[in-house]
């Protein structure tokens, strides 16, 4: 079985104003075929735990280790870290000038499988999970991230998903600025993932709608840098009726 853990992540970034801690010791362990919603206010280091894992150059971890199947994961590129099975959404956020979606999703699948894809099976693969996802035919030769809108940047990441075929993903506020009718296909998309390939999921979110439509299986509160809570699906449902303000002020008190 494989397993992503984090051990005591200790994460800061440099300002201004000096050297910033975000992540103040991060203990999470995801197996394979888990989805973990990591849930937390606006500015408690949600994305800065996205990022460290992504390798991001902007973020340093002091101490602590992030491993997958007890290889450093912190030691690889973010190359590296894609082949090794980890899949992170905003790893691609950039418009990418002159690269349809079409040669992306290629480039990407030859770069991680080590060979390019039998061309027959991999132009069947595309256009099935383009239909998944309710993308039109003609999405493939966009420039990839140019104009897109917020939905089809999710779609193109859920997309990725369902073709890359990774260990692991990284899914940060997926969900945001999504209607209903799009956030349930991007999460069908993550489910049959799921189903497909046993994949685990972090799942981070500020809000519990999507949880609707991806199970969890395991709910982590995170607030001031640390996994202040965790339990199972029923504690996203008390954070829906009484929000986070509770571990907001114990972390105050406790700071
Ligand atoms: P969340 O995703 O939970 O909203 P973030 O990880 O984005 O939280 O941010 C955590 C804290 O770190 C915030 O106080 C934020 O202002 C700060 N922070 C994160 N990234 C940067 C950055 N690149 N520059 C300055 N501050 C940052
Ligand atoms: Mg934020
Ligand atoms: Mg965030």
Same mark, same amino acid.
């Given at each position: 079985m494989s397993t992503l853990a984090i051990r005591d992540l200790h994460v800061s970034i440099e300002t201004d104003q000096g050297t910033k801690p975000i992540l103040r010791g991060v203990d999470l362990t995801i197996n394979e075929g888990e989805t973990h919603a990591v849930m937390g206010p606006n500015g408690s280091g949600k994305s800065t735990l996205a990022y460290t894992i992504a390798g991001h150059p902007r973020y340093n971890v002091d101490s602590g280790s992030i491993t997958l199947d007890g290889e450093d994961v912190l030691a690889m590129s973010v190359d590296e870290r894609a082949r090794a099975g980890l899949f992170l959404?905003?790893? *691609?956020?950039v418009e990418i000038p002159g690269v349809t979606v079409s040669n992306f999703l290629r480039t990407a699948k030859t770069a991680i499988d080590g060979k390019s894809p039998a061309i027959r099976g991999w132009v069947k693969d595309v256009r099935q999970s383009m239909d998944n996802l309710r993308m039109?035919?003609? !999405?493939?030769?966009?420039?990839?991230?140019?104009? !897109?809108s917020g939905g089809e940047k999710k779609r193109h990441e859920i997309l990725q998903l369902e073709l890359l075929k990774p260990r692991f993903a990284v899914l940060d506020e997926?969900?945001?600025?999504?209607?209903v009718d799009a956030l349930k296909i991007v999460s069908e998309g993550v489910n049959r993932a799921k189903d497909a390939t046993g994949l685990g999921v972090l799942l981070i979110t500020h *809000?519990?709608?999507i949880l609707r439509y991806i199970k969890p299986d395991f709910v982590h509160v995170f607030v001031a840098g640390r996994v202040a809570e965790e339990g199972g699906p029923e504690l996203a449902d008390r954070l829906e009726d009484e929000g986070y303000d509770r571990y907001v002020s114990a972390a105050a008190a406790a700071s």
């Open positions: 959404a905003m790893q *691609y956020p039109d035919s003609a !999405f493939a030769e966009r420039n990839v991230n140019e104009g !897109f997926t969900d945001s600025g999504l209607d *809000y519990t709608r």
